[in-house]
């Protein structure tokens, strides 16, 4: 897991979710992950005054989802030879690119095997403005189908190195010499299509507490809390069935008792 509040290309930047109720959504992630919210429709949530993620009903054009999914946003300095690249990859382009002047330009894309992500180019906002503290984003995955499809895919768009597990079906991409985000396949387990497909990992201080509070506010354990060399963690499903991981990191993962600003 990379240690900085910087957002090299292909490094997961920014998060979202459309929910039925905006207000259900924000009692739950306030309990969960002591999230707190401004602005709307689409509600901005902080960590001590820092943006990590929004939260949004439809718009009045879009159905209200069945279910809900996250939305991972992931880095590029040129979202336009991104999109290029996306193309010229086998991948489809499911939303062009929509700028908002003083934040960003994002767009929204599909990979070969189905799974949906986005596409972020900061102009002026890098992305979440905290990272690997409390509340805060700190990893993301995808879990795929096909991992070598996943992998040559995603590499050829981002340029990530990848280094594959010998006896694990799973991929670490880095970006710049840091490890930014992996490809899982357990297919089987987890979402392998859609936006669902993308599992986004947020830092709590117990992934036990977590899953306690996540029950009581109405959504659900899915995976139990186990310890793993990167931290104690936990998937909980939210009361609208959006998948994410929280995440007790390890000693040597921490980054700091500090809100980390992001600088790019």
């Known amino acids: ?5 910087e957002y090299p290309p292909g490094a997961p930047a920014w998060f979202d979710l459309a929910v039925r109720d905006l207000s259900t959504a924000q009692h739950f992630y306030t309990e969960v992950l002591e999230w707190e919210f401004y602005e709307s429709p689409y509600a901005l949530a902080s ?3 820092r943006r990590v993620a929004g939260l949004t009903e439809p718009w009045e054009s879009a159905p209200p989802p069945a279910s ?5 946003y992931l880095s590029t300095d040129d979202i336009d030879a991104s999109l290029e690249a996306v193309r010229d990859a086998g991948g489809t382009i499911v939303t062009e690119r929509t700028d908002m002047p003083g934040i960003s330009s994002t ?4 990979d070969p095997t189905g799974v949906v992500f986005a ?3 900061a102009d002026g906002m890098a992305g979440a403005e905290a990272f690997g503290t409390s509340g805060a984003p700190i990893w993301a995955e995808v879990t795929s189908t096909e991992t070598s499809v996943t992998e040559a895919f995603l590499t050829a768009v981002f340029g990530y190195e990848a280094e594959r597990y010998p006896d694990f079906d799973f991929v670490t991409l880095s970006s710049g010499g840091d490890p930014v985000c992996g490809v899982y396949g357990g297919a089987a387990e987890r979402a392998g299509e859609g936006h669902g497909a993308w599992l986004p990992y947020f830092v709590v201080e117990s992934s036990d ?5 996540a029950e009581r506010a109405g959504g659900t ?6 310890d793993t060399p990167m931290g104690r963690w936990t998937m909980l499903a939210d009361p609208f069935g959006a998948h994410f991981a929280a995440i007790e990191v390890a000693p040597e993962y921490v980054v700091g ?3 980390h600003e992001a600088t790019r």
Do not use: D, N, P, Y
């Open 209 to 213: 507490v977590a899953a306690v509070l």
């Open 119 to 121: 596409l972020w180019q």
């Open 1 to 5: 897991m990379t240690q900085t509040a």
């Open 107 to 110: 767009a929204i894309v599909r």
């Open 47 to 49: 960590v001590r005054g």
């Open 257 to 259: 008792q500090e809100v």
């Open 68 to 72: 809900s999914s996250w939305t991972v």
């Open 221 to 226: 354990v899915l995976r139990a809390a186990e």
